[in-house]
């Protein structure tokens, strides 16, 4: 991609030429209509639709949970968040996306589904989704109650986007600055910004046909012991980047960092600070992101 970086929607000739190139990085690109894909998403009941969970939650004053998964194989990926939504009560389910995917390492990830089968357990730490296909993508998100979104850490997330989406997911998560600085040293910022321009012009795309995807930034970055007022910038900056290419449902989130006062006292303000932002918003708190006691009195503590 060339160009110089602004925040500014990029046009349609900018859009469609970058997605030729998308498409054509694995071939499951070419299972992408997005036509289509549009058509699916209309006959998607509204409480498998995340945005639609979200306003209902809001509505009703219900606080709403989601957990962290993702498998290698897809039967045994259905079985995991079928057990979250059954046993776990989870009302928003997770894909979370395995690391050779994330960094764009597809036969890496072809070779871990094929020793995954063999072995009878994962092999990823994931679920590989461009590998898998937009049929496969949607097996999964038809085969549970729930709202699925796709969670991972890709600096270039186009592919992922363009498959997960058109497979049946109604959210995804993630930004040029989030998805770069804790995960990857490799990724200059500029590229995974631009990168994330793609991203986000092609949900707000889809939000012109009707079809309502929810983002979000990942404002903790490596959600552990991450200053609120750093966390807030970070989801602000790329709330207000996601805006800007269309996206009209956005879910920004505070990581717990153990402070009990800031910590109740940064959700409100995470509010406030994105009110101005031309879409709806919505706001999550993450549990503390490092491992948990396990001592019961500790961990109550």
Do not use: D
């Given at each position: 991609m060339s160009g110089q970086l602004k925040n500014k929607r990029l046009s349609d000739d900018e859009f469609y030429n970058i997605q030729k190139e998308v498409l054509q990085q694995w071939p499951t690109g070419k299972e992408v209509n997005f036509k289509e894909a549009v058509e699916y998403h209309k006959n998607i009941p509204s409480d498998k639709c995340f945005s639609s969970k979200l306003l209902a939650a809001k509505e009703n004053g219900v606080t709403l949970i989601q957990p962290r998964a993702g498998v290698a194989v897809p039967e045994k990926h259905i079985e995991l968040l079928r057990f979250l939504e059954d046993e776990g009560e989870a009302d928003l389910l997770p894909s979370t996306i395995d690391s050779y995917t994330r960094l764009n390492r597809y036969k890496e990830a072809e070779a871990g589904i094929e020793e995954s089968k063999s072995s009878g357990r994962s092999m990823l730490n994931g679920f590989p989704a461009v590998n898998h296909g937009v049929s496969v993508c949607r097996h999964v998100t038809s085969s549970v109650r729930n709202p699925v979104q796709v969670r991972h850490g890709t600096p270039d997330a186009r592919l992922l986007a363009e498959i997960t989406i058109a497979g049946g997911f109604t959210s995804y998560e993630g930004g040029g600055i989030s998805y770069n600085i804790p995960y990857s040293k490799n990724y200059s910022l500029e590229k995974t910004l631009l990168d994330w321009q793609y991203v986000d012009r092609l949900t707000g795309i889809y939000g012109e046909s009707g079809i309502i995807i929810n983002r979000e930034p990942f404002g903790p970055l490596t959600g552990t012991l991450v200053p609120p007022c750093i966390s807030h910038s970070v989801a602000i900056l790329e709330a207000i980047f996601a805006a800007e290419q269309g996206v009209k449902n956005i879910t920004v989130g505070y990581g717990q960092c153990g402070n009990l006062v800031q910590d109740v006292a940064a959700i409100p303000v995470a509010g406030r600070a994105h009110?101005?932002?031309?879409?709806?918003?919505?706001?999550?708190?993450?549990?503390?992101?490092?491992?948990?006691?396990?001592v019961d009195g500790r961990l109550s503590a």
């Open positions: 009110r101005r932002i031309p879409c709806e918003v919505w706001l999550l708190r993450r549990e503390h992101h490092k491992r948990f006691p396990s």
